[in-house]
């Protein structure tokens, strides 16, 4: 089981001590190889057609909190992230949240729709300040229709957003709660972990609710949890960041925990 991770959910890394991450996207998955990574939607284009794709959208800056789009609100195009992340999201009938992904430089957002029509089957909201570039749906149609190499880059993003949905429901449906929250806190830390007199702390900030929304807990849980290792000298919570003291602890939780 892999957590494909890109910059802190909340907070910043602490500059020039944490390892940087090597993906662009934070999701929960089996097999990281078995979906590949995510391909820049621009990736492929020339210079010349960058500039018309770019000229045919609207950018948009939005500080970190603020809502890029809502469930069940009209869909009309999508969102190429310039900078920041964008936290996607579901929220079902009865108000309980599981985050889909974390994306940004590169990556676009809004689908599973791509032109116009339909609603939006989930949120989208920024993680930290972030620029977008939105492609209006009829535009972007017929960009696709221009530029080969753009419609190849819409088709590989959804791809790849499709493996990655539905390996993240299949990690839902077949580990426990707590070896997904032992196994995050495995791959923050050997994205983000520094050196710490009692281990290896994770150098980026999250709070209880964010890792809860990852792995498909609640916010209690979460602190329940955290608590419960603390009190076994697994973790240690300083500073409202977290040390890892016995991964070899988490180790085991991850392969072998039932809740």
């Known amino acids: 089981m892999l957590l494909h991770a890109a910059n802190a959910i909340s907070g910043s890394v602490t ?4 390892k940087t991450p090597g993906g662009t996207s934070l999701l929960l998955t089996e097999n990281q190889q078995a979906i590949g990574g995510p391909p820049p939607l621009m990736d492929k ?23 890029l789009f809502s469930q069940g609100a009209k869909h009309d195009g999508i969102y190429l992230i310039e ?11 009865l108000g309980r949240e599981i985050t889909l992904a974390y994306w940004h430089v590169g990556n676009f ?3 599973p729709e791509v032109f116009e029509g339909g609603t939006h089957q989930w949120s989208g909201v920024a993680a930290s300040n972030c620029a977008v570039v939105q492609l ?12 080969p190499n753009l419609a190849i880059g819409l088709i590989e993003g959804l791809t790849f957003k499709g ?27 050997d994205l983000y972990g520094v050196e710490d007199p009692d281990g ?23 602190t329940i949890s955290l608590k419960r290792m603390q009190d076994k000298q697994v973790v240690l919570t300083k500073r409202s960041q977290i040390v890892v003291c016995r991964p ?5 939780m991850r392969g072998q925990a039932a809740d």
């Not at 290896?200 to 979460?222: E, K, N, P, S």
């Not at 070899?248 to 085991?252: K, M, N, S």
């Open 15 to 18: 500059p020039g001590t944490a």
């Open 200 to 222: 290896t702390l994770i150098a980026a900030a999250f709070t209880h609710a964010d890792i809860a929304h990852m792995v498909g807990a609640t916010r209690q849980w979460v």
């Open 163 to 189: 493996k990655c949905y539905s390996a993240l429901a299949q990690m839902l449906g077949t580990r426990s709660i707590t070896q997904r929250l032992a196994h995050l806190l495995l791959h923050l830390m």
């Open 248 to 252: 070899d602890l988490l180790e085991e």
């Open 83 to 93: 900078s920041g992340r964008v936290r996607v999201f579901y929220i079902s009938p």
């Open 136 to 147: 209006p749906g009829r535009e972007l149609r017929t960009l696709a229709t221009e530029i």
């Open 45 to 67: 284009l020339t210079p010349r057609e960058r500039e018309l794709v770019l000229k045919s959208g609207r950018r948009k800056v939005l500080n970190r909190g603020q809502t």
């Open 109 to 111: 957002v809004g689908g």
